[in-house]
Nanobody, 117 residues
């Protein structure tokens, strides 16, 4: 069955960096676009970044463009989100997710990122 397990969240000071990982299993990882979204308390869920199956194309929300980098390793079945120049507004639970025609939408359990001094 599809499983997505995020890791790497934590507490970081404004201006700092943090790297998230999402280990995938249960499907052919290299076939699918992978996505990172986030949800802050009291706010709507926001799509942060996506990366196509080969890694050749990426998308970033305007709020993170130039600061976040999404990447993937199709051998390790892992997608990453490198976050630099973090701001308090980046505080949220971050989720990786995937959508497949045969298995629908799957989301990881999420990892908390807190940006605070």
């Amino acid at each position: 069955q599809v499983q997505l397990v995020e890791s790497g969240g934590g507490l970081v000071q404004p201006g700092g960096s943090l790297g998230l990982s999402c280990a995938a299993s249960g499907f052919t990882f290299s076939y699918y676009t992978m996505k990172w979204s986030r949800q802050a308390p009291g706010k709507e869920r926001e799509l942060v970044a996506t990366i196509t199956s080969s890694g050749g194309s990426t998308y970033y929300a305007d709020s993170v463009k130039g600061r976040f980098t999404i990447s993937r390793d199709n051998v390790k079945n892992t997608v990453y989100l490198q976050m630099n120049s973090l701001k308090p507004d980046d505080t949220a639970v971050y989720y990786c997710h995937v959508r497949g025609a045969t298995f629908g939408d799957y989301w990881g359990q999420g990892t908390q990122v807190t940006v605070s001094s």
